[in-house]
């Protein structure tokens, strides 16, 4: 069984005004790595703050969650990681996915692809950035990408690679992760439209979701680390202003009334607690990606867990 690890994610609806600093308060509540998603439109991108964040911090892993692979040629992609994780001592975490959100294609100009072949593409890549950062000089010629004598140097300092993880929710994608990644990252799967599954965001469906990461990892998945990025989330009480106290408190009752939700926790400190501590026991999830809006409320939350 993990330790439990909480990062804090930040994307295109609340970026900081001051990022050095909201870094550092990220390290300073006791957060274990600070993630930045990858979206077009409003919102920090992803590589440049990695880095302003890794060279404001001591401690924190920093990482993408995720990478969209359709918007990220392998090699490109690979000298950014093998960069970011030396300005960084060692401190990256590599989350790379298929790409989902319609609205980034269309601004791209970029066709919509059914899921597997998003998916298609994403396993070749996968391939060709591991044996890149592996210090391979690399020449592929398969059905998406086409190197000749590729080769990123100087390698990262995390030997072989900075760890892969990949996120997603749809059978085939955590199939893949259970086989090539270090950190599982779930989410509900979505629609061929890019829609989310809410039926497949209760606990219920994250055991099943984890039974098809076990029986893929084999002897391998006591090393996997289980993430759940959590979408939205909020403290009950704690002295709060009775409104967003009082806001909370409904929401906690709905997840409730389908057995609960890794990627949507309310509740009181208390009660989360219990919730995290009896999910773990139950599935091995160990890791939650944070919204950046609550990190100071759940502060005390990760006080008593992380690490444990």
Same mark, same amino acid.
């Given at each position: 069984?993990?330790?439990?690890?909480?990062?804090?994610?930040?994307?295109?609806?609340?970026?900081?005004?001051?990022?050095?600093?909201?870094?550092?308060?990220?390290?300073?509540?006791?957060?274990?790595?600070?993630? $930045?998603? @990858? #979206? +077009?439109?409003?919102?920090?991108?992803?590589?440049?703050?990695?880095?302003?964040?890794?060279?404001?911090?001591? /401690?924190?892993?920093?990482?993408?969650?995720?990478?969209?692979?359709?918007?990220? #040629?392998?090699?490109?992609?690979?000298?950014?990681?093998?960069?970011? @994780? =030396?300005?960084?001592?060692?401190? +990256?975490?590599?989350?790379?996915?298929?790409?989902?959100?319609?609205?980034?294609? /269309?601004?791209?100009?970029?066709?919509? @692809?059914?899921?597997? &072949?998003?998916?298609? =593409?994403?396993?070749?890549?996968?391939?060709?950035?591991?044996?890149?950062?592996?210090?391979?000089?690399?020449?592929?010629?398969?059905? #998406?990408? &086409?190197?000749?004598?590729? $080769?990123?140097?100087?390698?990262?300092?995390?030997?072989? #690679?900075?760890?892969?993880?990949?996120?997603?929710?749809?059978?085939?994608?955590? %199939?893949?992760?259970? %086989?090539?990644?270090?950190?599982?990252?779930?989410?509900?799967?979505?629609?061929?439209?890019?829609?989310?599954?809410? &039926?497949?965001?209760?606990?219920?469906?994250?055991?099943?979701?984890?039974?098809?990461?076990?029986?893929?990892?084999?002897?391998?998945?006591?090393?996997?680390?289980?993430?759940?990025? $959590?979408?939205?989330?909020?403290?009950?009480?704690?002295?709060?202003?009775?409104?967003?106290?009082?806001?909370?408190? +409904?929401?906690?009752?709905?997840?409730?009334?389908?057995?609960?939700?890794?990627?949507?926790?309310?509740?009181?400190?208390?009660?989360?607690?219990?919730?995290?501590?009896?999910?773990?026991?139950?599935?091995?999830?160990?890791?939650?990606?944070?919204?950046?809006?609550?990190?100071?409320?759940?502060?005390?939350?990760?006080?008593?867990?992380?690490? =444990?």
């Amino acid at each position: 069984m993990q330790p439990f690890r909480f990062a804090v994610h930040t994307g295109r609806l609340d970026p900081p005004d001051d990022w050095v600093g909201f870094a550092r308060r990220v390290e300073e509540l006791g957060y274990d790595a600070l993630y $930045v998603t @990858d #979206h +077009l439109g409003r919102g920090l991108s992803p590589i440049a703050s990695m880095g302003a964040a890794a060279a404001a911090t001591q /401690r924190i892993r920093i990482g993408s969650y995720v990478f969209a692979n359709d918007f990220r #040629h392998p090699l490109v992609l690979a000298r950014e990681a093998a960069t970011l @994780d =030396r300005i960084s001592g060692g401190r +990256l975490d590599l989350g790379i996915g298929a790409g989902w959100m319609r609205s980034d294609y /269309r601004q791209l100009g970029m066709a919509y @692809d059914p899921p597997p &072949r998003r998916i298609d =593409r994403m396993e070749e890549a996968l391939g060709i950035l591991k044996r890149l950062l592996r210090g391979e000089t690399v020449t592929h010629h398969g059905p #998406h990408y &086409r190197l000749d004598g590729a $080769v990123v140097a100087p390698r990262p300092t995390q030997s072989p #690679h900075p760890p892969i993880m990949i996120g997603g929710g749809g059978p085939r994608l955590l %199939r893949l992760a259970a %086989r090539e990644a270090q950190i599982v990252a779930l989410a509900p799967q979505m629609t061929a439209t890019g829609r989310p599954m809410l &039926r497949l965001a209760t606990d219920r469906a994250l055991e099943q979701r984890v039974e098809i990461v076990r029986r893929a990892a084999g002897r391998r998945f006591d090393t996997l680390e289980l993430n759940a990025f $959590v979408a939205d989330a909020g403290v009950v009480g704690g002295g709060r202003a009775i409104g967003p106290s009082a806001a909370a408190l +409904l929401k906690a009752a709905g997840p409730a009334l389908v057995g609960g939700s890794p990627y949507v926790l309310y509740g009181t400190i208390a009660q989360l607690r219990e919730s995290i501590l009896r999910r773990r026991e139950r599935t091995g999830l160990s890791s939650y990606g944070i919204p950046a809006r609550v990190m100071e409320a759940f502060a005390p939350l990760v006080e008593q867990l992380a690490g =444990r």
